[in-house]
T-cell receptor, first 115, second 114 residues
């Protein structure tokens, strides 16, 4: 039962253009959402997060949008740079019912930014 | 630097051997998490500590797995009688500040079981 879904295994974008990575979730108890970036042989690196009380959060080139009614979030990277090439994971958490803030991850999307 | 170190970074072992991994946060955090990532998957929750107490264990954590956090600082994860299916990246994570959902991950330990 995949509670967090990233339906696009890969995405290829030209340098300077926008990258849009999508994520869907099924558990309505999730109230906090995060994006992580991961290079091979390293741990995930935190990028940006959003609470369910917001619908947008921006940090430099990264913006996360949350549509609670659709149970959908997206990460926008503008402009995309070759150094952004990595696997991006969507994650969700919620402490309702004693979930202890554990994170539930999607399977990831491999982003390739071409020079 | 996320403030979490893990040792070893890589471990190759033969099936049936026992292995132990260590996670060291550089400062005190009351919560500590272990996750496992296999090929083509996102990290999956294994277990969670609040200080010394192990408060939650995933069904992924079979009887061959044991985790400890004896002094509420560093943590160890031991796998007994390793199987090829245990091959994965084992990740340790801590919250950056109390009461926050944001977790910062260590570099991981890559386990290969031959």
């Amino acid at each position: 039962d995949q509670q967090v879904k990233q339906n696009s295994p890969s995405l290829s974008v030209q340098e300077g253009r926008i990258s849009i990575l999508n994520c869907d979730y099924t558990n309505s108890m999730f109230d906090y959402f995060l994006w992580y970036k991961k290079y091979p042989a390293e741990g995930p690196t935190f990028l940006i997060s959003i609470s369910s009380i917001k619908d947008k959060n921006e940090d430099g080139r990264f913006t996360v949008f949350l549509n609670k009614s659709a149970k959908h979030l997206s990460l926008h990277i503008v402009p995309s740079q070759p150094g952004d090439s990595a696997v991006y994971f969507c994650a969700a958490s919620g402490n309702s019912g004693g979930s202890n803030y554990k994170l539930t991850f999607g399977k990831g999307t491999l982003l390739t930014v071409n020079p | 630097d996320t403030g979490v170190s893990q040792d070893p970074r890589h471990k190759i072992t033969k099936r049936g051997q026992n292995v132990t991994f260590r996670c060291d946060p550089i400062s005190e955090h009351n919560r500590l998490y272990w996750y496992r990532q296999t090929l083509g998957q996102g990290p999956e929750f294994l277990t969670y500590f609040q200080n010394e107490a192990q408060l939650e264990k995933s069904r992924l954590l079979s009887d061959r797995f044991s985790a400890e956090r004896p002094k509420g600082s560093f943590s160890t994860l031991e796998i007994q009688r390793t199987e090829q299916g245990d091959s994965a990246m084992y990740l340790c994570a801590i919250p950056w500040s109390p009461g926050t959902d944001t977790q910062y991950f260590g570099p991981g330990t890559r386990l290969t079981v031959l």
